[in-house]
C-alpha cells in the first residue's frame, strides 16, 4: 500500500487517501454481489480492516471525516418527519430503559475484564463503555489509562457489530427489510439546503467546542428542516452508498494503528468482552421494545453497544426505524460524553500487575 517517494506529499497523501476509499468500495460491493444485509457498510470496514491488520493504512485526514458525518447526520435527520416525530411520545420509557442497560452493560463488562483481564477499573470501565469512543480515548488520555488496550476492545466490538448483527437481526425475524424503505427523494436544491444547513450548524458546534460537531450538528439541522415540513424527502440513494463506504473506510482503517501483537492478545479478551456486552444490551432491549411498541429488531440496533455513526447508519440500510435507533445511540453517546469524565474523575491508573 506504499506509495512512491518521488510523488509529492500532497499528492501522495491523496494518492493513499483514495486507495483506502477505493478499497473499501470493492469490499461494499463484493458483500452487495453476496446478497450480505448492509452491505456497503460491513463489507466496506471489514476489506478495510483486514488491509489494516496487514499493511499500514494512511488516515483520512478531517476534512473527508466532517463531510462524511455532514452526509450522515443529514440522512439521519430526514427521517425526522411530522409523523415520525408525532410518534415519539412512545420513546421515554426506551430512553430510560436504555440509560439503565448502560449502566449494566459497563459494570458487567467491566467486570469481566476487572476480574478475568486483572485491569485496573478505570481500563475497564472505559473499554466497557458502549459508544462514544472518542470521548473515551480523551478520559483514558487524561487519567493515564492504557489507551492501546481501551482502544482494540472498543474497535473490535464496533468492527464486529457492524459485520454480524445485520445478520442476527434478519434470522432473528423481527423487522427490517435488508434495504432502505422506499421513501421519497429530495430535489436537487433541497438536498443542497439540507446539507448548507448542516455544514453550518455543524461549524457553529465545533466552534462552540461541542463533541462530534458535524454529525450532531447536521443531524439536528436536518431534523429541523424535515420536522417543519420545509424540506421533504431525503438524500439520494447513491450518496447513502458514499457515506457508507466512507464510514467503512474510516473506522476500519483505524485498525491499522495498533500493534499486531497486541491485537493478537487481546483477541479472547475482546471475543468475551463483546459477548457480556452483547447480552446484557439485548436483554435490555426486550422491554424497550415493548415499551416503545416497535420490532425487537429495531430495540437490538438501538441497545447494541456500538459508535453512534455505524449503529444509525446501519439502521438506514437495514431498513429499520433509523429515527428510533439515532435517538437512542445519539442520548447515550451524549450521556457517556459528559458523564463520564465525571464518574471517573476519582479513578486512578493502578500501577501494572507483576508477571
Same mark, same amino acid.
Given at each position: 500500500?506504499?506509495?512512491?517517494?518521488?510523488?509529492?506529499?500532497?499528492?501522495?497523501?491523496?494518492?493513499?487517501?483514495?486507495?483506502?476509499?477505493?478499497?473499501?468500495?470493492?469490499?461494499?460491493?463484493?458483500?452487495?454481489?453476496?446478497?450480505?444485509?448492509?452491505?456497503?457498510?460491513?463489507?466496506?470496514?471489514?476489506?478495510?480492516?483486514?488491509?489494516?491488520?496487514?499493511?499500514?493504512?494512511?488516515?483520512?485526514?478531517?476534512?473527508?471525516?466532517? %463531510?462524511?458525518?455532514?452526509?450522515?447526520?443529514?440522512?439521519?435527520?430526514?427521517?425526522?418527519?411530522?409523523?415520525?416525530?408525532?410518534?415519539?411520545?412512545?420513546?421515554?420509557?426506551?430512553?430510560?430503559?436504555?440509560?439503565?442497560?448502560?449502566?449494566?452493560?459497563?459494570?458487567?463488562?467491566?467486570?469481566?475484564?476487572?476480574?478475568?483481564?486483572?485491569?485496573?477499573?478505570?481500563? %475497564?470501565?472505559?473499554?466497557?463503555?458502549?459508544?462514544?469512543?472518542?470521548?473515551?480515548?480523551?478520559?483514558?488520555?487524561?487519567?493515564?489509562?492504557?489507551?492501546?488496550?481501551?482502544?482494540?476492545?472498543?474497535?473490535?466490538?464496533?468492527?464486529?457489530?457492524?459485520?454480524?448483527?445485520?445478520?442476527?437481526?434478519?434470522?432473528?425475524?423481527?423487522?427490517?427489510?435488508?434495504?432502505?424503505?422506499?421513501?421519497?427523494?429530495?430535489?436537487?436544491?433541497?438536498?443542497?439546503?439540507?446539507?448548507?444547513?448542516?455544514?453550518?450548524?455543524?461549524?457553529?458546534?465545533?466552534?462552540?467546542?461541542?463533541?462530534?460537531?458535524?454529525?450532531?450538528?447536521?443531524?439536528? %439541522?436536518? %431534523?429541523?428542516?424535515?420536522?417543519?415540513?420545509?424540506?421533504?424527502?431525503?438524500?439520494?440513494?447513491?450518496?447513502?452508498?458514499?457515506?457508507?463506504?466512507?464510514?467503512?473506510?474510516?473506522?476500519?482503517?483505524?485498525?491499522?494503528?495498533?500493534?499486531?501483537?497486541?491485537?493478537?492478545?487481546?483477541?479472547?479478551?475482546?471475543?468475551?468482552?463483546?459477548?457480556?456486552?452483547?447480552?446484557?444490551?439485548?436483554?435490555?432491549?426486550?422491554?424497550?421494545?415493548?415499551?416503545?411498541?416497535?420490532?425487537?429488531?429495531?430495540?437490538?440496533?438501538?441497545?447494541?453497544?456500538?459508535?453512534?455513526?455505524?449503529?444509525?447508519?446501519?439502521?438506514?440500510?437495514?431498513?429499520?426505524?433509523?429515527?428510533?435507533?439515532?435517538?437512542?445511540?445519539?442520548?447515550?453517546?451524549?450521556?457517556?460524553?459528559?458523564?463520564?469524565?465525571?464518574?471517573?474523575?476519582?479513578?486512578?491508573?493502578?500501577?501494572?500487575?507483576?508477571?
Amino acid at each position: 500500500m506504499a506509495i512512491p517517494s518521488f510523488i509529492p506529499y500532497r499528492l501522495r497523501t491523496l494518492s493513499g487517501e483514495a486507495l483506502v476509499i477505493g478499497c473499501a468500495a470493492i469490499g461494499g460491493a463484493l458483500f452487495t454481489l453476496l446478497n450480505v444485509p448492509a452491505a456497503w457498510l460491513s463489507g466496506s470496514m471489514l476489506l478495510v480492516s483486514v488491509l489494516g491488520v496487514t499493511t499500514r493504512l494512511p488516515d483520512l485526514r478531517k476534512p473527508w471525516f466532517d %463531510s462524511t458525518m455532514v452526509m450522515s447526520g443529514t440522512l439521519i435527520g430526514s427521517s425526522a418527519t411530522p409523523e415520525a416525530l408525532a410518534a415519539t411520545a412512545r420513546y421515554p420509557g426506551s430512553l430510560l430503559v436504555l440509560l439503565l442497560g448502560m449502566v449494566a452493560i459497563m459494570v458487567t463488562t467491566g467486570a469481566y475484564l476487572r476480574y478475568v483481564a486483572r485491569w485496573s477499573w478505570i481500563d %475497564s470501565l472505559l473499554a466497557a463503555a458502549p459508544g462514544a469512543l472518542s470521548t473515551v480515548i480523551a478520559v483514558a488520555q487524561s487519567k493515564g489509562a492504557n489507551i492501546g488496550r481501551i482502544a482494540a476492545i472498543q474497535l473490535f466490538r464496533i468492527l464486529v457489530l457492524v459485520a454480524v448483527l445485520p445478520s442476527i437481526m434478519t434470522l432473528s425475524g423481527g423487522g427490517g427489510t435488508g434495504a432502505p424503505p422506499a421513501v421519497a427523494i429530495a430535489s436537487l436544491q433541497d438536498s443542497t439546503i439540507a446539507l448548507g444547513c448542516g455544514l453550518l450548524a455543524g461549524l457553529v458546534f465545533e466552534r462552540l467546542g461541542i463533541t462530534a460537531p458535524f454529525i450532531l450538528g447536521a443531524t439536528l %439541522s436536518s %431534523s429541523i428542516l424535515h420536522g417543519s415540513g420545509v424540506i421533504q424527502g431525503t438524500l439520494p440513494p447513491e450518496i447513502a452508498t458514499a457515506v457508507m463506504i466512507m464510514l467503512g473506510a474510516a473506522m476500519g482503517g483505524r485498525v491499522s494503528n495498533l500493534k499486531r501483537g497486541e491485537l493478537a492478545a487481546l483477541f479472547p479478551l475482546a471475543i468475551g468482552g463483546f459477548a457480556v456486552s452483547m447480552i446484557v444490551a439485548f436483554a435490555f432491549a426486550w422491554p424497550a421494545a415493548w415499551l416503545a411498541g416497535v420490532p425487537y429488531a429495531n430495540a437490538m440496533a438501538a441497545f447494541a453497544p456500538g459508535g453512534l455513526e455505524a449503529m444509525a447508519m446501519l439502521a438506514f440500510a437495514m431498513g429499520l426505524d433509523p429515527l428510533y435507533v439515532g435517538a437512542h445511540h445519539l442520548t447515550r453517546f451524549m450521556v457517556l460524553g459528559l458523564a463520564m469524565p465525571f464518574l471517573l474523575a476519582w479513578m486512578k491508573p493502578e500501577p501494572p500487575a507483576k508477571d
